[in-house]
């Protein structure tokens, strides 16, 4: 796999950009970044409003944008993750913990086939209530869709993780799938030892009964 290029914006006042650019150029050497291209802001504002950036240093790692000084080390970690969907899985949690499901949304809705990297979510039983709900309108907003239903036999081995709460999850998410081929895995959780669990994949396997 190639190494991500990088677009870094900066200014000529900010204290933290020639760190970052300093950095960010030892990758390029070291051929962890592909290439990199750096942008003053204050000689081409044009660009930080093209890409409504509103604050410096700014950061774009392929598809994953970071705001804000970084070590070199956490830059060189981004840039061996930025294509894998476990980066992005990472990057996804990051943005849904600080409040910005619209941005995940609209990644989402431009390339479906990055519903993906929400699993690794829904299986992380350290995610807060506000992230694992996050990844959950996510996946709902994909009812019936190709993009949720390429996804049904992972989430099947999600209904068999060690927390009830991941199972819980997953047999909602097979519900949703609309696919007949949830149906083993919901049977099988309907003696699970966990109540919730039972009731939800219930449900899951009445509406893929009735089409609901």
Not at 82 to 94: K, L, Q, T, V
Not at 110 to 116: C, E, K, M, S
Request: proline share 5%.
């Amino acid at each position: 796999m190639p190494a991500p290029d990088a677009l870094l914006l900066i200014s000529t006042h900010c204290p933290h950009c020639p760190a970052m650019l300093s950095a960010l150029a030892d990758l390029v050497k070291q051929g962890a970044i592909g290439r990199l291209e750096a942008v003053n802001l204050e000689q081409h504002p044009d660009v930080g409003q093209t890409l409504g950036v509103r604050s410096v240093p700014w950061l774009r790692i392929g598809r994953i944008e970071l705001v804000g000084v970084r070590s070199k080390s956490e830059l060189a970690d981004w840039a061996a993750r930025a294509d894998s969907e476990a980066g992005m899985a990472d990057y996804f949690h990051m943005l849904l913990k600080e409040g910005q499901l619209p941005k995940v949304q609209a990644m989402i809705e431009v390339d479906p086939a990055l519903l993906g990297a929400v699993l690794p979510i829904v299986g992380n039983v350290d995610a807060s209530l506000n992230v694992r709900l996050g990844a959950g309108v996510l996946l709902e907003e994909f009812a019936g869709n190709d993009a949720l239903r390429a996804l049904l036999s992972r989430l099947g081995e999600l209904s068999q993780h060690a927390d009830a709460r991941v199972r819980a999850d997953a047999c909602h998410y097979l519900g949703l799938t609309g696919d007949a081929a949830a149906r083993p895995w919901l049977e099988a959780r309907m003696d699970d030892a966990d109540a919730d669990v039972r009731e939800i994949a219930a449900e899951s396997l009445e509406s893929l009964a009735t089409g609901t």
